[in-house]
């Protein structure tokens, strides 16, 4: 099993940007494909990007292609999200995840940090 922990979270102006980031610990961080998603009051999770074991393959949803980013550093245990410019409809709890599987071969995510606030003001 391993434990996630997300921070860099907080309130920005629009037209900002944030990095958050997930260090993982609890077994060999190069076995999980690592995903970011969010939730916004009274909406459904949704995924925002995610990355394989190596970064060698990167997805974003299409609300965030070019402007977001996310990224791993396998030497510190860590996942990224570089999110520039911020929009008012970013604002959400943003989660970071891992899957039991080094690959992007399917949706499911098995282990869940507890969150970040983002709030973006406009």
């Known amino acids: 099993q391993v434990q996630l922990v997300e921070s860099g979270g907080g309130l920005v102006q629009a037209g900002g940007s944030l990095r958050l980031s997930c260090a993982a610990s609890?077994?060999?961080?190069?076995?999980?494909?690592m995903g970011w998603f969010r939730q916004a009051p009274g909406k459904e999770r949704e995924v925002v990007a995610a990355i394989n074991w190596n970064g060698g393959t990167t997805r974003y949803a299409d609300s965030v292609k070019g402007l977001f980013t996310i990224a791993r550093d396998n030497t510190k245990n860590t996942v990224y999200l570089h999110m520039n410019p911020l929009q008012a409809v970013d604002t959400s709890v943003y989660y970071c995840a891992a899957r039991e599987n080094p690959w992007l071969s399917g949706p499911e995510f098995h282990y869940w940090g507890q969150g970040t606030q983002v709030t973006v003001s406009s």
């Open positions: 609890g077994r060999t961080f190069s076995n999980y494909a």
